[in-house]
């Protein structure tokens, strides 16, 4: 009998380690230890054996017995872990958060061409200052040498403001007030940039803005003649543009310089491109600043922001700068 059992044990354990479900280890657990089992019918005969005989077949059955609900033990728990693991997959849930890439913001394209000539001015030497935006007229025009009767002093050029009495106020139609202001409380020298916004009459079209961005630059030194001027545009147009644009420089007039010049920078076709305006500081200006013409000399230059954003990234239509429209400013 106990060979038997011992036979049935090891069928047991094989079948049970095979078992792929809980309903097939159910019907092995009846099978091996259920009523109609060989160990149970084994267990009423131990009554039938003699007394000494007894012990020993009942321990042996009982050994048997502990081996099969060990194996049916260990399936269970494999099969548990396995029902539990593919229940928790069936009812997993994807938690992960999602969203687009982010689309980082950058700064405006007239903000970067500021930043940009800045930082080439700041290379050489310059400062930076600046000033207010509404001016009276003795920072906009008459300490610039312009006078009553010039046109830019009438409101088809200039926007001026209502503020009444004492004195004329209007929006800087240019940054050279920040000039003025500059050699009223600096002594020189003087080695300035003064970009800002500035304010005209204007209609908007492909070319002009009512309210536009320019930079303007200010040396005044002992010795300072028109060749360092010319030096000057050419150096910071080779560290702007590049080596290969040239500069050249036209006569002209303005009311604060003397002698003025227009001046131009080569295109990849040969043709020439204007940039601004420059020309050596009028003795007058300095003399309404409180310097001496006879000790001290300069010149001045200007030119428009957002035009050299244009002409950088060969924009069709200025105005494509103020209209706020996110593909376009995105390629920037």
Same mark, same amino acid.
């Given at each position: 009998?106990?060979?038997? @059992?011992?036979?049935?044990?090891?069928?047991?354990?094989?079948?049970?380690?095979?078992?792929?479900?809980?309903?097939?280890?159910?019907?092995?657990?009846?099978?091996?230890?259920?009523?109609?089992?060989?160990?149970?019918?084994?267990?009423?005969?131990?009554?039938?054996?003699?007394?000494?005989?007894?012990?020993?077949?009942?321990?042996?059955?009982?050994? *048997?017995?502990?081996? *099969?609900?060990?194996? *049916?033990?260990?399936?269970?728990?494999? @099969?548990?872990?396995?029902?539990?693991?593919?229940?928790?997959?069936?009812?997993?849930?994807?938690?992960?958060?999602?969203?687009?890439?982010?689309?980082?913001?950058?700064?405006?394209?007239?903000?970067?061409?500021?930043?940009?000539?800045?930082?080439?001015?700041?290379? #050489?030497?310059?400062?930076?200052?600046?000033?207010?935006?509404?001016?009276?007229?003795?920072?906009?025009?008459?300490?610039?040498?312009?006078?009553?009767?010039?046109?830019?002093?009438?409101?088809?050029?200039?926007?001026?403001?209502?503020?009444?009495?004492?004195?004329?106020? #209007? @929006? +800087?139609?240019?940054?050279?007030?920040?000039?003025? +202001?500059?050699?009223?409380?600096?002594?020189?020298?003087?080695?300035?940039?003064?970009?800002?916004?500035?304010?005209?009459?204007?209609?908007?079209?492909?070319?002009?803005?009512?309210?536009?961005?320019?930079?303007?630059?200010?040396?005044?030194?002992?010795?300072?003649?028109?060749?360092?001027?010319?030096?000057?545009?050419?150096?910071?147009?080779?560290?702007?543009?590049?080596?290969?644009?040239?500069?050249?420089?036209?006569?002209?007039?303005?009311?604060?310089?003397?002698?003025?010049?227009?001046?131009? *920078?080569?295109?990849?076709?040969?043709?020439?491109?204007?940039?601004?305006?420059?020309?050596?500081?009028?003795? &007058?200006?300095?003399?309404?600043?409180?310097?001496?013409?006879?000790?001290?000399?300069?010149?001045?230059?200007?030119?428009?922001?957002?035009?050299?954003?244009?002409?950088?990234?060969?924009?069709?239509?200025?105005?494509?700068?103020? &209209?706020?429209?996110?593909?376009?400013?995105?390629?920037?």
């Amino acid at each position: 009998m106990i060979e038997e @059992l011992e036979q049935t044990a090891a069928g047991a354990t094989a079948r049970l380690a095979d078992v792929e479900d809980l309903d097939g280890l159910a019907a092995l657990d009846a099978e091996y230890l259920g009523k109609k089992s060989a160990l149970t019918q084994a267990k009423k005969q131990l009554g039938e054996l003699a007394p000494e005989d007894r012990k020993a077949a009942g321990q042996a059955v009982n050994e *048997i017995r502990g081996r *099969i609900e060990a194996a *049916i033990a260990e399936a269970r728990a494999r @099969l548990t872990s396995a029902a539990r693991a593919e229940q928790l997959e069936a009812e997993r849930l994807d938690l992960t958060e999602t969203r687009d890439e982010i689309r980082r913001g950058s700064l405006h394209l007239v903000t970067q061409a500021r930043d940009r000539l800045e930082d080439v001015f700041v290379g #050489m030497g310059y400062t930076i200052a600046e000033g207010p935006e509404v001016e009276s007229a003795w920072y906009n025009f008459e300490a610039l040498n312009i006078p009553e009767w010039h046109p830019a002093r009438g409101s088809f050029d200039t926007i001026f403001v209502n503020l009444g009495e004492p004195e004329q106020v #209007m @929006l +800087r139609s240019h940054t050279s007030p920040v000039q003025i +202001r500059t050699m009223e409380n600096q002594e020189p020298p003087i080695y300035i940039v003064a970009p800002g916004r500035t304010f005209r009459t204007d209609t908007a079209d492909a070319t002009h803005l009512p309210a536009f961005n320019q930079i303007e630059g200010l040396v005044v030194d002992r010795g300072i003649t028109l060749g360092d001027l010319a030096g000057t545009i050419d150096e910071f147009v080779r560290a702007f543009f590049g080596g290969e644009v040239k500069t050249r420089l036209r006569p002209s007039y303005f009311p604060f310089t003397e002698p003025s010049a227009e001046f131009d *920078i080569s295109r990849p076709d040969g043709s020439w491109l204007e940039l601004g305006g420059c020309g050596m500081v009028h003795p &007058n200006v300095l003399r309404n600043c409180g310097i001496d013409p006879d000790e001290w000399q300069g010149f001045a230059f200007g030119f428009g922001i957002d035009r050299l954003a244009v002409m950088r990234y060969q924009l069709d239509d200025i105005r494509e700068l103020v &209209n706020n429209d996110v593909r376009f400013l995105r390629q920037f």
